[in-house]
């Protein structure tokens, strides 16, 4: 194995000084501008690489932001990346992005793992079982600025964004019942996060107002994998009273939904009508084109990105923000909607 090239290796074969070498590598206004370009020509010729963490412990900064969400293979969770990354990269922050496949443990190693990178702040959107939160009091001790999305949770300090989901879930379930529906199903994930928490608190609130009983059989708690889709399907199939509408907190699930109940003999909309979550592209590629809620994953990116870093930068102080919430959307589509009928 070859040795590594250092500022001291650099400066001898450029005949000047370690202090000009590592001055024109971090393009310091003293340094000549046909200086740092001798340096900076020597360096790529011999292959030098800039030692990142050295660096950060002299200046306590290492322009990185770390991210942990749930899973990469969402198009939500894909879009909310894309937004963070735009803001981040425009400013020379990098993202270190790591996903706690819905595991609290994998979640807390995570955190513990981007906590010793060195990064500057810390974005997250929560596993499906994470009921502890000691694994970021670590942050909160040392002040680096700590961010929830999507999936939230309420610790002191520390500023969460999201969109009004009980709101949302109150307009997904208002239009199945301005739709004719009378005997309302609402497939949740864990209730024991916020969102879906507050999903279904909208979900009863319109049932509530429309002098509908809420019980038991109005909602069947999953983690929405689409591996798990017959236990819906046996549900509506085997309900005392037939189920004609359903509200499900995932499109990627009603799409599967969809699916396997028209395999059954279900029409949909006329047997069943439907309404998913996110506006995934999945939502118009099933027959019929599914009516959603519209999370808008990118602009929340966008604005976890410039609120995490305006406040690295002392534009403002996120530690005396609550809650950002941002616009959603009811799309009406045929598989809720008697007008396609």
């Known amino acids: 194995m070859s040795k590594k090239v250092t500022i001291y290796d650099l400066a001898e074969m450029l005949n000047v000084s370690p202090a000009t070498v590592s001055r024109s590598l971090n393009n310091h206004h003293s ?4 200086t740092k ?3 900076i020509a020597k360096a790529n010729e011999v292959g030098y690489r800039t030692n990142k963490f050295a660096a950060n412990l002299s200046n306590q900064k290492s322009n990185t932001i770390g991210v942990i969400v749930p899973r990469l293979n969402s198009h939500f969770m894909s879009t909310v990346l894309a937004g963070i990354e735009q803001v981040a990269n425009e400013v020379g922050y990098n993202l270190i992005i790591s996903q706690s496949l819905e595991s609290e443990e994998k979640e807390i190693i995570n955190a513990k793992t981007l906590l010793d990178s060195g990064v500057d702040a810390l974005l997250v959107s929560l596993a499906n079982d994470t009921s502890n ?5 670590s942050y909160t001790k040392r002040k680096i600025p700590l961010l929830f999305f999507d999936r939230v949770i309420d610790l002191p300090n520390c500023p969460t964004i999201l969109i009004d989901n009980q709101a949302a879930g109150y307009e997904a379930t208002k239009h199945l019942i301005d739709q004719g529906c009378t005997n309302l199903l609402h497939i949740s994930g864990n209730l024991k996060r916020t969102l879906y928490k507050d ?3 909208g979900f009863k609130n319109a049932l509530l107002e429309n002098q509908f009983e809420v019980n038991e059989t109005n909602i069947l708690e999953t983690d929405l994998d ?4 017959q236990i819906v399907v046996d549900t509506i199939k085997h309900s005392t009273k037939k189920i004609d509408g359903i509200f499900v907190a995932s499109d990627n699930f009603a799409a599967n939904c969809i699916k396997e109940l028209k395999k059954e003999g279900f029409k949909i909309p006329e047997d069943i009508k439907v309404v ?3 506006n995934d592209p999945v939502s118009e ?3 019929p084109n599914l009516s959603t809620i519209e999370y808008p994953g990118y602009k929340m990116g ?8 305006a406040h690295l930068n002392g534009s403002i102080n996120l530690q005396s923000t609550n809650t950002i919430l941002l616009r959603h959307n009811l799309i009406i589509r045929e598989s809720s909607s008697n007008q396609f009928n």
């Not at 689409?226 to 889709?229: A, D, E, G, M, R």
């Not at 976890?304 to 870093?309: K, L, M």
């Open 133 to 137: 939160y000691q694994h970021f009091e």
């Open 302 to 309: 966008i604005l976890a990105g410039e609120s995490i870093i």
């Open 226 to 229: 689409p591996k798990h889709i």
């Open 31 to 34: 340094i000549s501008e046909e």
């Open 199 to 201: 999903r279904f608190t």
């Open 276 to 278: 998913g979550f996110n």
């Open 285 to 287: 590629i099933i027959s």
């Open 37 to 39: 370009k001798k340096v």
